[in-house]
């Protein structure tokens, strides 16, 4: 079967959709040719694809793909436009014909609604890495009571952001300064906190959950 791809006015259009889930998790790496990508801890790459069901000039589905190093492909999504219809005989979909593209039945679709389940969807991915046939539990740290402080503060009281003045505002009679930097620097490397700005990650919340059971 000849592939059929998109025009660059409907890549256009469904980056109204992935830009906001990029927003929202950390790790995106904005559309490389058809494809939107992110890379997030633990060697996870994911990847979003705008497809067809019914015919060529009609894309009507997001797929998305992740994959890791170690086991190859082991999960996989599906985000039908049609399931966020509030209209079973108008389903939303973009509509391209001659490199023209345009949203038909926009006003009956409940993005926000496929957006936050792509972003739960990632997130979810992210805890994966705790798995031990995903990655050894060894190459991560046992965290000590200070550590897991640090994590608990960082999520109550600053967002997730893991920001070191703050952090060494409160704890400084228990860490040096020195010593909380290198420890963040160490669980960035780890991909356990993200980069630019720095947060806290699910694997981080996860494992520090894992450590209190």
């Known amino acids: 079967m000849v592939r059929f ?6 890549l256009r259009l469904a980056d109204q959709i992935l830009e906001d889930i990029g927003n929202r998790v950390a790790g995106y790496q904005g559309r490389i040719g058809i494809n939107w990508y992110w890379r997030l801890p633990g060697g ?21 793909e992740a994959v890791t190093p170690n086991v190859g492909l082991f999960n996989a999504l599906e985000l039908p436009f049609a399931t966020y219809a509030t209209q079973i005989t108008s389903p939303p979909f ?8 345009e949203w038909s ?8 609604y496929l957006i936050d389940d792509a972003v739960l969807w990632l997130n979810m991915l992210q805890a994966v890495i705790l798995n031990p ?9 046992t965290l000590t009571t200070l550590e897991k402080n640090l ?17 060494y505002a409160v704890f400084k009679e228990q860490i040096s300064r020195r010593a909380l930097t290198k420890l963040a620097q160490q669980w960035e490397e780890l991909g356990l906190l993200s980069s630019h700005p720095r947060r806290i990650t699910v694997a981080l919340r996860a494992l520090t959950e894992l450590d209190e059971s």
């Open 105 to 112: 039945n926009r006003l009956y679709f409940q993005m926000g």
């Open 94 to 101: 973009i509509h391209e014909l001659e490199g023209v593209s």
């Open 5 to 10: 791809y998109p025009s660059y006015q409907t």
């Open 133 to 141: 046939q995903i990655r050894p539990p060894a190459t991560f740290p």
């Open 44 to 64: 996870l790459l994911v990847t979003f694809e705008l497809d067809y069901t019914i015919t060529e000039q009609r894309w009507d589905v997001l797929r998305a």
């Open 151 to 167: 994590v608990v503060y960082a999520h109550r009281e600053l967002n997730g952001h893991f920001k070191l003045k703050q952090l």
